[in-house]
């Protein structure tokens, strides 16, 4: 089913940001879980009432005679215990728990959108680095061509050049199989049917190491919805002692007796009273409700502790990640590769001027190092940025 606004064959080029606002409008499970808020509001504004009262009405007729009694009644269930507070508390912290939820699947989804965002725009820097290397393949082979021409190199080495260019070309179509498959894990969390053209614009920035390491896991939805999921459970706790006191109930009833009184004969006599019963708490204590309800505390407890341990865990290994990625960009941006380009670009131009010692095996030995180097800080980049959202998301920001 596509999500509302979302036509078939829909087709849209879209930045990073832009889809993540696309999904986090689009996604069908976020709409559903959304939903869960509402069910929530629904108990809660059921929460907290006192039962219906009861209309009772009572006939006793005389099968001998003309004799019989009626009686009315009205009773009101009610509360010995703050049950009707405790019941409006717990409900209003399971709304709390429902929405913390519905954020952290809303983060999940960003995250995910944003993983599979860098990988993309990564693939398409990896397709432009093959493309240039085609292209620059291409000219060596016409090159080479030239100079056998002349008779100053041999017609092997331009087809070792066109073979290079041709297995570069292999690269191309197996990079686009991997765009493929990112843009249909993409479509489903933007929403968007399974016959839509996609297409991410942009490039990966540069490496920003964040100023702070500081982790303010309060920040977490998952750890805000493990905390509300505590303060439920604690409100629970007092509800299931309270409850172990049923309601009572008091009332108003009114009579008619009519009987036999000789030798008047039928008489009618009227009475109005008041009921009003206690159920006393011999048999049910509600001892079990309410050791579960303890142990339901301390199990949530326990999570939001796994929840923190989880996310300085994953926040610290997340910025190691990072630091390491930075380093491996800056040696490979600012040294190596320099380097190897100078050291390609001498190799390529004594190739071209048939200069002696000059041989094509250098030539393709020194570019191949310089594509392993841009390709590794190509990695590096992307390295660095899949550690960053997982960053972001681990300090919640």
Same mark, same amino acid.
């Given at each position: ?17 832009? !889809? ?8 069908? *499970? ?27 009405? $009572?006939? @006793? ?12 009644? &009205? ?23 429902? *929405?913390?939820?519905?954020? #952290?699947? %809303? ?31 291409? $000219? ?11 008779? $100053? ?8 050049? *066109? ?16 765009? =493929? ?15 839509? $053209? ?9 490496? =920003?190491?964040?100023?702070? #390491? ?10 805000? =919805? !493990? ?46 009273? &008041? ?18 309800? %303890? ?19 994953? !926040? ?6 990072? @630091?390491? =990625? ?19 670009? @001498? ?26 180097? %841009? ?23």
């Amino acid at each position: 089913m596509l999500a509302a606004g979302v036509p078939a064959g829909w087709a849209e080029t879209l930045t990073l940001d832009a !889809a993540v606002s696309r999904a986090l409008n689009h996604n069908p *499970e976020i709409a559903a879980a959304r939903f869960a808020v509402e069910e929530a509001r629904g108990r809660l504004l059921q929460s907290g009432r006192l039962t219906n009262p009861e209309l009772e009405s $009572e006939l @006793k007729p005389n099968v001998r005679g003309r004799e019989f009694s009626f009686g009315v009644g &009205f009773m009101q269930r009610f509360p010995l215990t703050g049950r009707l507070r405790l019941e409006k508390l717990v409900s209003r912290a399971e709304v709390s728990a429902a *929405e913390a939820e519905v954020r #952290a699947a %809303e983060w999940r989804l960003v995250m995910s959108v944003r993983q599979t965002g860098v990988k993309l725009l990564s693939l398409e820097q990896s397709r432009a680095l093959k493309a240039r290397q085609i292209a620059n393949s291409t $000219e060596l082979a016409k090159s080479a061509a030239e100079l056998a021409k002349r008779a $100053e190199g041999s017609e092997a080495e331009a087809a070792q050049f *066109e073979l290079e260019a041709q297995q570069l070309s292999l690269d191309v179509l197996q990079i686009d199989s991997d765009k =493929a498959s990112l843009t249909g894990e993409l479509r489903p969390l933007l929403g968007v049917a399974g016959d839509g $053209e996609l297409e991410l614009t942009g490039t990966l920035p540069e490496v =920003a190491l964040p100023k702070s #390491a500081v982790v303010d896991v309060a920040q977490r939805a998952d750890y805000q =919805a !493990a905390q509300a999921h505590v303060e439920a459970a604690r409100q629970g706790v007092d509800l299931a002692k309270a409850n172990k006191w049923a309601d009572a109930s008091a009332g108003i009833a009114a009579e008619v007796d009519r009987s036999e009184d000789a030798p008047d004969g039928l008489g009618t006599d009227g009475f109005i009273g &008041f009921k009003f019963s206690i159920p006393l708490p011999w048999w049910n204590k509600n001892e079990g409700k309410i050791k579960e309800a %303890e142990a339901t505390v301390q199990r949530t407890q326990k999570e939001a502790e796994v929840v923190a341990l989880k996310v300085r865990t994953e !926040a610290s290994a997340a910025l190691s990640e990072m @630091k390491a =990625a930075a380093r491996i960009l800056s040696q490979t941006t600012d040294t190596l590769l320099p380097k190897a380009k100078e050291i390609e670009e @001498k190799l390529n131009g004594f190739y071209k001027q048939a200069q002696p010692g000059a041989q094509l095996s250098d030539v393709l030995r020194a570019r191949e190092k310089r594509l392993a180097l %841009e390709q590794a800080r190509l990695d590096a980049l992307r390295s660095y940025h899949l550690a960053r959202i997982r960053y972001a998301a681990a300090t919640g920001r």
